[in-house]
């Protein structure tokens, strides 16, 4: 059991979870019915861990959940071999039956199995997977064929899927990929990630061939009335106590976002005495500060003098039209059409994004860090 009051940079589980009913239940529904989700958010906004409550809570015997994290696979092998080892892993019965199965299902393989140096694994299945002498076809074709064979419904998670859209040929395996698993009918897919604008790439252009792939989802912040009482609540846990006007304020101060959350709500647990004061609120975003600079200071480290111009326009309030005159007056962005490119560079990078209303500053903490030091 964890016993931490609070917990930013991995994924969150139990009483350090909090909220998501909404999806929780919706994605728990599309698990059951064998419908493909895709789920897209900011960074740190707790898609891992959503994903990973509703593995938990799926008791029906026939279906399996498989979860694998894409996130160092390079090439297209790279993830066929992570696909059919993570299906073959999470599907045999014993340990005995691994290799058979795969030597079963997959032609000219040489599976191996090592105890894992990763602590939440006791072992790690390796098929030798190779582009001279398995197809992609054969690759995608085995969890229905193992569904089939075993009267279940599987269910395969992808984490950091927006690495797909990364490897080299990645629209070609792209469309083989999507042609072989719409005609399954025995397992549905969850694909979810960060990398918003990689992910949009993916997911939202008629162009693209995941497009409607699944039930779209965009993770939302948790809200501050769902937050304040489990910050009280951990608070109390740890012995100590803070007010509702300190427990918003600290929701506030980084818009909701989930990392961000329990980050400051840490901090300022850790510098206060048995009441949470003002200043222990302060001392707190000093030490998160603290915490981030360096990272943010690298963020910016290359960044041209017309990119930091757009962002200080950003931090001003200014979302859209650039190009306008008053815009350009007040902040040089150079020339007329060297504007998308600056946008381009910024979205490339992460540090903006666009919505419904404009542009705006990706990160709530680095605009506030922003805002106290660049402008
Ligand atoms: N439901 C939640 N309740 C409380 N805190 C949460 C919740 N979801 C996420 N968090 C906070 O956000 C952090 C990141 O969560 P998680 O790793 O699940 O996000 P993610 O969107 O998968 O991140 P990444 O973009 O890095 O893959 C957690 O460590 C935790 O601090
Ligand atoms: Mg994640």
Avoid at 173 to 190: D, E, F
Avoid at 326 to 349: C, H, M, Q
Wanted: net charge neutral; with cysteine.
């Amino acid at each position: 059991m964890n016993t931490k009051p609070f917990i930013y940079g991995m994924s969150v589980e139990g009483d350090n979870f909090t909220d998501r009913e909404i999806e929780t239940k919706r994605l728990k529904l599309n698990f059951e019915n064998g419908i493909n989700s895709i789920l897209i958010s900011p960074r740190r906004m707790g898609k891992t861990s959503l994903v990973k409550k509703v593995i938990s809570m799926i008791d029906e015997p026939k279906i399996k959940v498989v979860y694998m994290d894409i996130y160092k696979c390079r090439t297209e092998f790279d993830f066929y071999e992570k696909f059919a080892s993570s299906i073959i892993q999470a599907t045999a019965t014993k340990i005995d039956s691994m290799v058979e199965n795969a030597k079963k299902f997959i032609t000219s393989i040489t599976p191996k199995i090592a105890f894992s140096p990763d602590i939440n694994a006791e072992f790690t299945l390796s098929l030798g997977i190779d582009k001279h002498r398995n197809s992609a076809d054969e690759i995608l074709e085995l969890p229905e064929k193992i569904a089939k064979e075993r009267d279940i419904h599987i269910v395969v998670c992808i984490d950091e899927f927006q690495q797909i859209g990364e490897i080299p040929n990645s629209l070609s395996v792209q469309r083989a990929i999507r042609s072989v698993w719409q005609h399954q009918q025995n397992v549905s897919y969850c694909l979810f990630g960060s990398k918003q604008h990689l992910m949009s790439n993916l997911f939202y252009s008629r162009k693209m061939p995941f497009y409607q792939f699944g039930d779209m989802f965009f993770l939302k912040r948790i809200p501050t009335d769902k937050w304040v009482p489990f910050i009280i609540g951990r608070f109390q846990h740890a012995g100590k106590e803070i007010d509702e006007v300190l427990a918003t304020k600290i929701c506030e101060t980084v818009e909701n976002y989930s990392s961000y959350v329990q980050q400051l709500a840490w901090n300022v647990l850790a510098v206060s005495d048995k009441k949470v004061t003002e200043n222990s609120f302060n001392d707190g975003l000093s030490a998160t500060f603290e915490q981030v600079t360096p990272l943010f200071v690298e963020q910016t480290a290359n960044l041209t003098t017309y990119q930091l111009n757009l962002l200080r326009a950003i931090c001003v309030g200014i979302h859209s039209d650039f190009s306008k005159k008053e815009t350009t007056s007040l902040f040089d962005l150079g020339t007329r059409s060297n504007v998308p490119k600056i946008i381009k560079a910024l979205t490339e990078r992460e540090i903006i994004e666009r919505n419904e209303n404009g542009i705006f500053i990706a990160d709530p903490l680095f605009k506030l860090w922003f805002k106290r030091e660049m402008m």
